[in-house]
């Protein structure tokens, strides 16, 4: 077993000079606007100049596609968006790019269609923001209870139906939307559509006001006989539709980004822990002195934790990277993470208190951000069940 | 020709910076040890000791040593043991960690000190009265063969788990002095091998065991039925299990990130680096859950559950017992 993230950077540095400068300047200008993204629920306007939008569009796309050679890789964006979470774990889940919209494409699309869709993301001097939609109010991780549906009328699609929980979703330019030829026939009726923002029907129904992760910008989106062209529909060739389901593809989705979702909140873990050991250190603990020491041995303990938590992303992202089935090790690594921040988050409340309850201070937006991570990409419960069954074999 | 010059093969000169396979350099050693790992599993101590000595680890070794492989491979063999018959692996592989210090070959076993260093223990899987066990006292500045004058002996016997294991303690005053304990050199570097092959071989009989408290809980749950259907479909029992599954990846990647951070020479790390606390907490719960998963039947004696669950325990002990002696403030002798 090897473990060297440094190398991984050094790595990249070396083979990438074009987006190394990315990598450095969301380091260098994510921390100043975190709390501000926060309190606003939106990215600050003035990050914009300082980072190079046109590489931030294509974070997280295959290169051949035109994507960065920075998030290349599952090891790559693993380790990457390790470092940027440990600034702050919430603001990069709502940077622009295709995000968790590019798995689905990439695993159903055909040549055509995926080179037209990353095509959105390049030689943009705005931001570029692609979603996926395959959560809906009534069900979540039920794929056979989907409710919108796309019914064929001539050469098009009409769908019609809600999604909700979608990131990014009130400034996506694009959806990725999954919807039911037939609601009789279950998980093997389901297609994915892509979506443009100004398609008549579609409307941003709201944005909600989380508790944390705000800047991510979770949306309720709703389609009103949204009239879609087949080319829509991702695997169709002209001729006729796929024949697979493509709740294949939304796996791929969380193969893909559930590996880097662990290393952002391992990253955040980490970054709370020195910030704490720091806080210590000054003397700003909100503890008798006697408890200091016992104070530290926990966050010493919260490392150990950390590091079988960041072995388990990176292991989800080696095996995705080797091409064999990695939809265990990234529940794994995701069931793992989010508890880990969870625990974090409650022992780090209880040696600050006040600060954990004091708005703006890091401990106290940690502490609303980690308890998000159990939720979102699939609940923890969800993961374990997963978990469990895929050792019983 | 040694079997290291004839089946160790080199690392790769270019390798990933990210690689989870197993090191290469164990595994011509697995592949000889899986044979025995499937025939110790249903068989008794002696015998299955036997066929544990047949791989002759004393004297592969001392050669890794040289190499800094020696924890890496004495974890993994540890694990694969471990898993098939825990008892049995401890017992055939507790000198090991003597012969990787390269202590004399009279001597079975080794007892470390605590962080005062006024007082060492050893912990003996199996003792027999026909052949007690050669043992010596071992700290960071030298070892001394027992018996030595000027020691308090004590021994308490039914090891938690273990149902002829022994701990052996021996204590003494800080007025005696090396000297008249008979202490001899010890090179820093055999210390250091000493307590990390103790530390690999505990790590690696830790993992193996809760691996196979798992693997045992999962074979139960799926069996077992209740209320017309097998526990395992029961949405609380599946989530038991998955945790089960969950914090043993994570205690199993963890120490062995641990152990084979020792291989680069001069890499941070190593085993001596690992937090106890956290072995003792992931440990705990894998045993607590699967027992839990069993109920009364994990309770009694009968399924490896039981059994099982008081050897991890034992195991810990011993663990955070070896990282206390691996902290540099260990003095004597």
Known sequence: MRIDPEAVLEEIRRDDPESWPLFEAMQRHIPPIAARADADAEIPPEFWPLVPVDLQNRVNMPPQYGGVVLTATAVRRAVVFERIGRLCPALPIGLPGPGLSAPPVLALGTEEQKVAYFNRFLGQTRPVWGAFAITEPQGGSDAAAMRTVATRDGTDYVLNGTKCFITSGGRADVVVVFASLDPNKGRFAIRAFVVPRDTPGFAVDRCEDMMGLRASQLATLSFTDCRLPASSMLGHTGKRGPHVDAFTGAQASWDYMRPVLSSLINGGCLGMVEYAEQCLAEGEAELPRAKVEQAREELGVFRARISSSQMLALRAAWKFDAGGRASTDASLAKAFASTVSMELAHKLAAMFPVKAATAGDRIEKFYRDAKAFDILEGTGDMQRLMIARAYEH | ?333
């Not at chain 2, 470390?112 to 027999?128: I, K, N, Q």
């Not at chain 2, 004058?149 to 090396?178: I, K």
């Open chain 2, 1 to 333: 020709m040694s079997f290291v010059e004839t089946h160790v093969t080199s690392l790769d000169s270019s390798p990933s910076p990210v690689d989870f396979r197993c090191a290469p350099v164990v595994e011509p050693f697995l592949g000889a040890a899986r044979p025995i790992a499937s025939a110790i599993r249903d068989i008794g101590g002696a015998e299955a000791v036997s066929h544990i000595q047949q791989l002759e680890l004393a004297s592969v070794l001392p050669e890794l040593e040289r190499r800094a492989d020696a924890p890496v491979l004495l974890f993994h063999l540890a694990e694969l043991l471990g898993h098939a018959n825990l008892a049995a692996a401890w017992q055939g592989l507790s000198g090991i960690p003597a012969r990787a210090a390269e202590l004399p070959a009279s001597v079975d076993l080794a007892a470390l000190p605590d962080a005062t260093g006024t007082r060492w223990t050893a912990w003996l899987p199996v003792v027999d009265a026909a052949r007690p066990p050669s043992l010596a006292l071992a700290g960071p500045r030298g070892w001394a063969p027992l018996p030595a004058q000027g020691l308090t002996h004590s021994r308490v016997s039914g090891l938690l788990g273990f149902a002829r294991g022994e701990v052996l303690t021996w204590s003494t005053e800080p007025s005696v002095t090396p000297e008249e304990l008979g202490v001899q050199s010890l090179a820093p570097e055999s210390w250091s091998a000493l307590v990390r092959a103790q530390l690999a071989l505990l790590s690696g009989l830790l993992v193996g065991a809760t691996r196979r408290l798992v693997d045992e809980a999962y074979a139960y749950a799926k069996t077992r039925q209740s209320a017309g259907k097998s526990i395992n479909q029961h949405q609380a029992v599946a989530l038991r299990l998955a945790d089960l599954a969950l914090h043993q990846e994570a205690l199993s990647l963890y120490l062995t990130a641990r152990v084979e951070e020792c291989r680069p020479p001069g890499m941070r790390g190593g085993p001596e680096s690992l937090s106890a606390g956290y072995v003792v907490e992931l440990a705990f719960r894998i045993a607590r859950d699967a027992v839990q998963t069993a109920a009364g039947h994990g309770y009694v004696e009968g399924l490896p559950f039981r059994r099982l669950f008081e050897q991890v325990r034992t195991l810990t002990v011993m663990l955070q017992g070896t990282k206390a002696a691996a902290e540099p403030v260990s003095p004597v002798p």
